[in-house]
């Protein structure tokens, strides 16, 4: 069964400051992995998809790095902003790459 | 307008009571999905749709059913509500593009029972 885990589950950091929130999953033999961001209260909203033969991924002040053999991800913030405050989650697939298995989520604070 | 919706937002019911949590997308998705979302455990899949014809069950189906009226439409039931089932429940589709799966999600329906 794959297992998806996120440590620290909360993170708190001044406002400029370049961050990482990391992500690992028990079962190396993905198709993809994904980043989500929650907002209080809404719905999930993708952030960065990557592919199995990829190593990252990136949108704007975003990036994300995928190591299948050490079952990791990273997702790399640069200049943080409060606007930024939210909880990040990461999901692969399992099942025959059709239905996603989520992470805990770390719920980040940027201090203005 | 929102893509993925949800009908009720909020919704307080008390045990042994049924009740059905409504999901409609316009995105066009073949594939649809019913989580819920506990503190501390992530958000746990429930039943899922590949089609209209398709359902199948998730991890945590047990108490749970659910009705795929069209491709737009996909209803969750709870056909005698326990304390337990008090979560945040999310609707999500889905769209096979190039480079896998991405998910949408609705903006999730907070259900109390008391």
Redesign the interface.
């Known amino acids: 069964k794959q297992e998806?885990t996120q440590i620290p589950a909360a993170l708190s950091v001044p406002e400029g400051e370049n961050l990482v929130l990391n992500c690992s999953f028990t079962d190396s033999a993905i198709?993809?992995l994904?980043w989500?961001r929650q907002d209080p209260?809404?719905?999930?909203?993708?952030l960065l998809?990557i592919?199995s033969s990829q190593r990252e991924q990136t949108s704007g002040r975003l990036n994300a790095s995928l190591d299948k053999s050490s079952g990791r991800s990273t997702l790399y913030i640069a200049a943080s902003q409060p606007g930024d405050s939210a909880t990040y989650?990461c999901?692969v697939?399992f099942m025959g790459?059709?239905?996603?298995t989520?992470?805990?989520?770390t719920r980040l604070t940027i201090i203005p | 307008d929102a893509d993925v919706t949800q009908t009720p937002r909020n919704r307080i019911t008390k045990t042994g009571k049924r009740i059905m949590l409504e999901c409609s997308q316009t995105k066009g998705h073949d594939r649809m999905y019913w989580y819920r979302q506990d503190p501390g455990l992530g958000l746990r899949l429930i039943y899922y749709s590949f089609d209209v014809k398709d359902i199948n069950k998730g991890e945590i189906s047990d108490g749970y059913s659910v009705s795929r009226q069209a491709q737009a439409k996909f209803s969750l039931s709870l056909e005698s509500a326990i304390p337990n089932q008090t979560a945040l429940y999310f609707c999500a589709t889905s769209d096979l593009g190039q480079w896998g799966e991405t998910q949408y999600f609705g903006p999730g329906t907070r259900l109390l029972v008391l």
């Open positions: 998806v198709y993809n994904q989500f209260g809404k719905g999930l909203t993708s998809l592919q989650l999901a697939p790459n059709e239905k996603l989520f992470g805990t989520g």
